[in-house]
């Protein structure tokens, strides 16, 4: 048991389908965040959201689109992804902001 | 803007023996966090150590510790008694202590390899 969740673990589509990333937290943490990890490169913060509000958008496309509807999920929608979004998206809690994160298994998300 | 940075993109070691893996970073904040993360083959990122810019002690848990050097701006990873499920891919991370939007900054990360 991670305390983090992320579901599916792996997702392959088409660049012109439309598919959601969950995670869910079990650890009553206050902030939530996606991490996009691609080989060769540091892990990428996407997004935060801290009580349900989203903190920051670090310059990321509009094809992807967060949702936080409460503390303990987060989504991440895609649609019209290109083939260099294929990579490990990777979601994360901690209590606050000043926080250690903890992780959940990722997606492994293909883009055909 | 932080950065981290890792300058070993892989390390080997027997088991039973002693690794220290490198990581250095740059920022202008005074008050800050530092960890370190294990990503082992089943995708999980495992927070190891931790470590508080304030305070002067290094961290230590168990078989692993760190050498904070607050001046030159280094942290480094000692895995003593190295066992194989230690390997992984291991990353250095910063954290400012203020919160806020940035989130963790990663380095690159280090592929440890245990030679049985």
């Known amino acids: 048991e991670t305390g983090v969740t992320q579901t599916p673990r792996h997702l392959v589509m088409g660049m012109t389908n439309k598919k959601s990333l969950k995670c869910e937290q079990h650890?009553?943490?206050?902030?939530m965040y996606w991490y996009k990890q691609s080989a060769k490169k540091p892990l990428e913060l996407m997004f935060v959201?801290?009580?349900?509000?989203?903190?920051e958008n670090n310059s990321v496309p509009s094809r992807f689109s967060p949702e936080c509807p409460n503390s303990s999920h987060l989504f991440l929608h895609l649609h019209t992804l290109q083939p260099e979004d294929s990579a490990l998206y990777l979601c994360a809690s901690s209590q606050e902001t000043d926080q250690p994160q903890h992780f959940g298994d990722g997606t492994r998300l293909s883009i055909l | 803007a932080q950065t981290v940075t890792q300058s070993q993109p892989e390390m080997s070691v027997q088991e039973a023996e002693t690794v220290t893996l490198s990581c250095t970073y740059d920022?202008?904040?005074?008050?800050?966090?530092l960890f370190w993360y294990k990503q082992p083959p089943s995708r999980q990122m495992i927070l190891v150590i931790r470590q508080e810019a304030y305070k002067q002690q290094n961290a230590t848990e168990n078989r692993f510790s760190v050498n904070f050097q607050k001046a030159a701006k280094s942290f480094s990873l000692k895995i003593s008694d190295s066992q194989l499920g230690d390997a992984a891919m291991y990353f250095c991370?910063?954290?400012?202590?203020?919160?806020?939007?940035?989130?963790?900054?990663f380095g690159k990360g280090t592929h440890l390899i245990i030679q049985p």
């Open positions: 959201y801290s009580l349900e509000e989203r903190v």
């Open positions: 920022t202008s904040e005074s008050d800050y966090y």
């Open positions: 991370a910063y954290l400012y202590s203020g919160g806020g939007a940035d989130g963790l900054t």
């Open positions: 650890l009553g943490h206050n902030a």
